[in-house]
């Protein structure tokens, strides 16, 4: 019979009669991200031969802890590597570049045969170019299984996976933790981080419960997330761990969703645990049931970090400090950006600054808007928007091509501030894709789109229409938000709208077109 093996974050193992299929399987003694993010709880115990002994592994995106190379380059000769067919080639790509061949793209939407039973995957693509983030749904045995990894789908996506899989999903695994380096590497005051950790947290929660009360699957599972921080020099970000950081683990959201979809199963499951798609038992890892989160965490922590020294050491010493050619190699690697999309560039409309620390740092500064992309090494800008602080060895590494600006993002080995307290999706888009296709395939998916089917929300005594999908990443706002205090929140990436102006409250994006009306048409109502 079919069963799924949850094999810690965000890896799956799916064993059907006739193969076994690996999703994101994540064990690197290294974590990911320059060493700064680690397995939480540990699951090298299941670093084992035989469960790499797959027909397939599916990897849904590029991020280091769901594209996890030191496993895929341990795979038997005949194993084949399903990726998502993104606009840009950079998961390929990356592939390639480190000595796995055997891949094969899944077209969005198409079911794709994995044995001659009946069985079959599919990639489901966020709705927004602008993430190359994708769901895997997986029919096995008969069983369906969403594996929403850190896709953010909207509802109606999610339905239409259910109707896919033939109107029953048995496992629905969803991200519950935060992927983000904001607020936590932010130049905030505590109180200030505190509070936006906490409204994330909530965010991240209520976009989960209505994603889930949307589908109806026959099991949830609190999913891919949250990471432990080993080395000494990002170790207070384990605080966030606790409530109200942004990065709940497993239980803490299981306890929240329950209490808020009680009618709805959850399942919370630790690496090794197995779940029997057709009868619904589960056997324990009996190793992952020693762990608790609760108890004697700290010394957990320690001992999980002690064990991986040595492995983050080797980390260091795979990124030196830079020469003195740093800043020439830094206005050079900007400069090619400059090329890529003047869209892109017009969108971002700022100025960055980057203090570089270390050997051969400086004050940086690149000013990107409609007349193109300039870099002034004298660091002259009297007000830039934003500004990272980064070590030159990190940043060295992004220009020799080693990691990329995500990545460096993700790894939290930066600080970060900006003026106004805005976030640009545009820059983080330009730094993250770096490459034509992709950003071209942003550019068109943002001016084609149809804006014209408009619903009416409450808030209080007043009533506005606005456009059914959100500017930003076409988010059903109609499914998909929050009205409160004047002011619509998007669930799908917290973006927040002023009703009353249809200003962005909290990130560089065009206005809600929002008016004023008397009577209703399809509405949705604070809450």
Request: hydrophobic share 40%; glycine share 8%; proline share 7%.
């Amino acid at each position: 019979m079919a069963s799924v093996r949850f094999l810690g974050h965000a890896g799956l193992s799916v064993e059907a009669e006739a193969f076994r299929l690996l999703a994101d399987p994540w064990f690197a003694r290294t974590g990911a991200f320059l060493g700064s993010w680690h397995q939480f709880p540990r699951n090298d115990h299941l670093d084992r031969p035989e469960l790499l002994d797959a027909d397939w592994v599916a990897v849904s995106h590029e991020h280091l802890d769901h594209m996890d190379v030191s496993v895929l380059r341990r795979l038997p000769e005949g194993t084949r590597v399903l990726i998502p067919r993104y606009p840009s080639p950079s998961v390929r790509n990356r592939l390639l570049a480190n000595g796995i061949s055997n891949i094969i793209e899944l077209a969005p939407w198409k079911p794709f045969p994995l044995d001659t039973r009946g069985s079959w995957i599919t990639a489901i693509p966020e709705q927004s170019p602008m993430c190359h983030d994708a769901a895997f749904l997986i029919v096995a045995d008969g069983h369906a299984v969403l594996n929403c990894n850190d896709a953010r789908l909207t509802a109606a996506q999610a339905r239409r996976a259910k109707h896919l899989a033939g109107g029953a999903l048995d496992v629905m695994a969803v991200q519950t933790s935060g992927a983000s380096w904001h607020p936590i590497c932010y130049d905030y005051p505590a109180d200030v981080r505190a509070d936006i950790e906490l409204a994330k947290r909530l965010g991240k929660f209520r976009a989960v419960t209505r994603l889930v009360r949307a589908t109806g699957p026959k099991l949830a599972v609190p999913f891919a997330g949250p990471p432990c921080f080993l080395d000494p020099e990002l170790r207070r970000f384990n605080d966030s761990l606790r409530a109200p950081g942004i990065f709940p683990d497993a239980e803490q959201a299981t306890a929240w969703l329950r209490e808020h979809l009680p009618l709805q199963r959850w399942g919370c499951f630790r690496p090794g645990d197995q779940l029997d798609l057709a009868t619904g038992a589960v056997t324990p890892d009996p190793i992952s049931a020693r762990f608790s989160y609760t108890e004697g965490l700290e010394v957990y922590l320690d001992a999980y970090a002690a064990d991986r020294a040595d492995a983050i050491a080797e980390v260091y010493a795979s990124v030196p400090e830079p020469g003195p050619d740093l800043a020439a190699r830094f206005a050079a690697h900007f400069s090619s950006l400059g090329t890529l999309s003047p869209y892109f560039l017009t969108r971002i409309g700022m100025t960055v600054r980057f203090e570089v620390t270390g050997p051969h740092g400086g004050n940086w500064d690149v000013e990107m808007d409609h007349d193109g992309l300039r870099v002034d090494l004298t660091g002259g800008a009297t007000a830039p928007e934003y500004t990272f602080t980064v070590a030159g060895r990190w940043l060295g590494a992004v220009i020799a091509g080693d990691i990329g600006w995500e990545d460096l993002l993700l790894s939290l080995r930066l600080t970060a501030r900006r003026d106004p307290d805005l976030y640009n999706d545009y820059l983080i888009g330009l730094l993250k894709h770096a490459n034509s296709p992709a950003l071209a395939a942003v550019e068109q998916y943002e001016t084609g789109r149809d804006n014209d089917e408009r619903i009416v929300v409450h808030s209080g005594d007043s009533s506005f229409e606005i456009p059914r999908y959100c500017p930003h990443a076409g988010e059903d706002l109609s499914v998909g938000a929050v009205i409160e205090g004047g002011a619509v929140h998007c669930l799908a990436h917290n973006f927040s709208f002023d009703l009353a102006t249809g200003r962005c409250l909290n990130a560089r994006c065009d206005p809600l077109q929002s008016a004023p009306v008397a009577n209703s048409i399809a509405s949705i109502d604070a809450s």
